[in-house]
Nanobody
Framework: VQLQASGGGLVQAGGSLRLSCAASGRTFSSYAKGWFRQAPGKEREFVAAIGWSGGSTYYADSVKGRFTISTDNAKNTVYLQMNSLKPEDTATYYC???????????????WGQGTQVTVSS
C-alpha cells in the first residue's frame, strides 16, 4: 500500500482545511486509517483514526470536536476535515494505515509522505 497525502497549506486561525490521502493497492479498503502530525522540535503524535468500514472513529483530545476523519473506500481515500484551526495545529501531517484502529494508532504499517499545515495567528 502506498499513500499520498495532499491538501495542506497556510490558513488563518479559525479557518478550515481538508486533507486527503489517496492510496494505491486494492486492499486499502480493508485497513484502518489514521492521521498523525509532527511539529518542529516535537515528536510525531496521533491525531485521528478510523476503522476500515468508517464505522468507528477515534480522536486525540486536542482535536476532538474540531477535526473529522472519514473514508471513501470506493476512492481509496481517507480525509481529515480540520475546522476551527489554531496556531498550535501547525505541523506536518501524515496519513497512515494499519490492520486495526489499535494498530494504526500505535504502530501503523504504512505511512504517507507529509503535507504541511501552517496556521497563522
Amino acid at each position: 500500500v502506498q499513500l499520498q497525502a495532499s491538501g495542506g497549506g497556510l490558513v488563518q486561525a479559525g479557518g478550515s482545511l481538508r486533507l486527503s490521502c489517496a492510496a494505491s493497492g486494492r486492499t486499502f479498503s480493508s485497513y484502518a486509517k489514521g492521521w498523525f502530525r509532527q511539529a518542529p522540535g516535537k515528536e510525531r503524535e496521533f491525531v485521528a483514526a478510523i476503522g476500515w468500514s468508517g464505522g468507528s472513529t477515534y480522536y486525540a483530545d486536542s482535536v476532538k470536536g474540531r477535526f473529522t476523519i472519514s473514508t471513501d473506500n470506493a476512492k481509496n481515500t481517507v480525509y481529515l476535515q480540520m475546522n476551527s484551526l489554531k496556531p498550535e495545529d501547525t505541523a506536518t501531517y501524515y496519513c497512515a494505515a494499519g490492520a486495526t484502529i489499535a494498530v494504526v494508532t500505535t504502530s501503523p504499517g504504512y505511512w504517507g509522505q507529509g503535507t504541511q499545515v501552517t496556521v497563522s495567528s
